[in-house]
């Protein structure tokens, strides 16, 4: 499902070039469930921008579901998330003037599905929002705001599903439920997982851990 090698992540600030992520290799089949943990500002987030294609990484090769992301066009790659991929993004990034239920159907409509605001409903109902539908996010909790980023991001029964701190804003209980429901997507779909988490029991949920620290992987469970 992923495959980099040697990946760099650099960019151009005021006080020069800062090297973000520097040679990553990380292979991971489909189905695995995966664990990024690692101190903040390690480059969590940038690898899941690159693996998203969000970002372009600036040197190394990467294929994500069988498409070469460095040599697709920005067009390419939206067509490429639409279908491959769903994203649990650490700021949620939810669109503000869209109520719950538009939100998380605006990846199925995207899509041209017919049924996106019936699923998209089932979704918001099984991460425990059936009552927040027509809320916007300025008028939810946090936690519900990540639930409903979840919601959108498992809808389209993505093969991949990146997830940003998906625990992050939840206490136990609720934290707990949504990691039954990415494991079940897991068990229902064969989704592949890469969930980045300071939580340790989302962590040890996931059979391989991997470990960044200072752009460089350091320890990788698989290895
Ligand atoms: N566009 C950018 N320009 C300059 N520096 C950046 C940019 N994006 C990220 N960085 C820096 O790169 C480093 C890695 O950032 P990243 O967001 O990937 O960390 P992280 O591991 O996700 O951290 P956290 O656990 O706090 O979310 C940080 O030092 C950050 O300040
Ligand atoms: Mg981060």
Redesign the pocket.
């Known amino acids: 499902m992923i495959q980099a090698l040697n990946l760099s992540f650099q960019?151009r600030?005021q006080a020069g070039e800062?090297n973000?992520l520097r040679g990553v290799d990380l292979a991971v089949g489909a189905g695995e469930a995966v664990g990024i943990v690692?101190?903040?500002?390690?480059?969590?987030?940038?690898?899941l921008m690159l693996l998203a294609g969000l970002d372009r990484p600036t040197g190394g090769t990467l294929s994500v579901a069988g498409h070469d992301l460095t040599r697709m066009n920005e067009d390419q790659l939206a067509v490429f998330r639409r279908d491959h991929v769903g994203i649990v993004f650490?700021a949620f990034h939810l669109v503000p003037t869209m109520t719950a239920l538009e939100n998380v159907a605006v990846p199925l409509e995207f899509a041209g599905r017919a049924d996106a605001f019936d699923r998209a409903e089932a979704a918001l109902r099984s991460v425990g929002l059936g009552h927040r539908l027509t809320h916007y996010p300025g008028q939810l909790s946090g936690g519900e705001q990540q639930r409903v980023a979840l919601a959108r991001a498992f809808v389209a029964e993505p093969k991949l599903l990146l997830a940003?701190?998906p625990t992050g804003n939840l206490d136990r209980g609720t934290g707990g439920h949504v990691m039954d429901l990415l494991f079940g997507l897991r068990e229902q779909f064969g989704t592949t997982l890469l969930l980045?988490t300071?939580d340790p029991l989302l962590a040890e949920r996931c059979e391989r851990q991997v470990r960044?620290e200072d752009?460089r992987i350091v320890s990788d469970g698989a290895r």
């Open positions: 960019v600030a800062i973000i690692g101190p903040s500002g390690s480059g969590k987030t940038s690898l650490q940003d701190e980045i300071h960044i752009g």
